[in-house]
Every structure is written in C-alpha cells, then in structure tokens.
C-alpha cells in the first residue's frame, strides 16, 4: 500500500523495548483525546481514549498519559512489537462534531 | 458488526473535473464525518452529517458538499478539482450524543491531475 507519510518525525525503537510516543495539543477546551494507529494503506484504527477528568489510562500493552497544565498527551507502547509499526496520531476533541489531528509519529520496530 | 466502506478505493481526476465518493457507515452508527489527509499529515475535518443534514464544517471551501441518507450512508462531492485536492479522502462513523471514538473506513485516494 502507499506510504502514510513521507518526512513524519520518526520513532525507532528494538523489539521487545517500551515506546513513547508524545502529542502536544493546542485547545484548552478539548476535554476528550484519542490515540489512532494508522498502517499502511489503511484508515486510522482506534487505540485508546481518555476523558480530561482522567490523568492516565490503561489498555492492553498501552497507556495514554495526560498533563492539562501543560497540554501534552503521551502513547506508552509497552514490550514493542513488528505490527506496532505504523504512523501515531493523537486527536484533540473540543467539540463533539470536530476532531483536531496531529500530524503524526512514524514507529518503527527494528528487529 | 459491519465496519465503515468507502468506494472507490482509488480515483484519478482531471483538474476542473467533478468527483463523487461513497461511503457506508459502521451499524449502528448515525453520524458520518469526512476527513482530508493530504501526505505526511493528519486528517483534516471536512463536515459532519446527522439526520441528512451538515452538522459541523471545518475550513473548506463550498465546492465540497455532501450528502447523508435514510440508512446513514454518505456521499463527498467536490466540483471544480484542483491539484490541490490530491488526498486520501476518509470517512468516519459514530453515534450523535457524548464524544465517542470515530470508526474509519480505508479511505479513497483521489489523485487530480
């Protein structure tokens, strides 16, 4: 499939290590956030979520971390694997009909 | 539980020309949302549809218009192409009420020529 993005900053970590990936938003009354993983010729999939009354929440393998006072979100991808390769979006949500993406992180596992 | 289709999958226009792109929305989901992702950048916010109508605009000019219908599904249309409108073009589904993760479909890559 065709390449998500050609000059994304890009994140290389070893398999099997832990990967941090970090956002900064820019709207003080976003109180929802969103982690998308977007592979290859394919749409953004879903990752992990948290509400503005949350500070961290965890998934399977991922935790999202966020700090209001200074505007950042951060992806913690635990024991990194080959098919975690992919671009990383966070989405700010001010209002429920609009969804502010980031410009992405480009992960790659090395074996 | 049906995910979100989009056709065509791939789209090349001539510049001036106009263009139509589908898209069924995931089951259970009422509320249909177009995204521009030009490459090497994030989704852009097109309009959202709720009830057949626009329920939310981002900062695109009026020669992108859509359509929702009675089964949720949607249409993108954009006259008048310009280079410019080369992108993967997405669309997503959610239930209208408190903010929910949006469901994408692959998208169609339109390329203006």
């Known amino acids: 499939g065709e390449s998500v993005g050609l000059h994304l900053p890009t994140l290389s970590v070893q398999e099997g290590d832990n990967s941090i990936i970090n956002c900064a938003y820019s709207n003080s009354a976003s109180d929802y956030f969103i982690w998308y993983k977007q592979e290859s010729g394919k749409g953004p999939q879903f990752i992990i979520d948290i509400r503005s009354n949350m500070d961290k929440r965890q998934g399977q393998r991922v935790t999202v971390l966020l700090n209001k006072t200074v505007k950042h979100l951060s992806l913690q991808i635990a024991a990194t694997q080959p098919g975690d390769s992919a671009v990383y979006f966070c989405a700010e949500i001010p209002e429920t009909y609009k969804y502010i993406f980031g410009t992405g992180t480009r992960l790659k596992v090395l074996a | 539980e049906t995910g979100v289709t989009q056709s065509p999958t791939h789209l090349i226009k001539t510049r001036g020309q106009q263009v139509t792109l589908r898209c069924s929305s995931q089951s259970g989901h009422n509320t249909v949302s177009w995204y521009q992702q030009a490459l090497g950048q994030g989704p852009q916010f097109i309009f959202q549809?709720?009830?057949?109508?626009?329920?939310g605009r981002g900062n695109f000019p009026p020669r992108f218009s859509g359509l929702q219908f009675p089964n949720y599904s949607s249409e993108l249309n954009v006259n008048a192409l310009e280079l410019d409108d080369s992108a993967l073009y997405l669309c997503?589904?959610?239930?209208?009420?408190?903010?929910?993760?949006?469901?994408f479909g692959n998208g169609t890559r339109l390329t203006v020529t």
């Open positions: 997503a589904s959610s239930r209208q009420g408190a903010k929910s993760p949006l469901h």
């Open positions: 549809y709720y009830r057949e109508e626009e329920n």
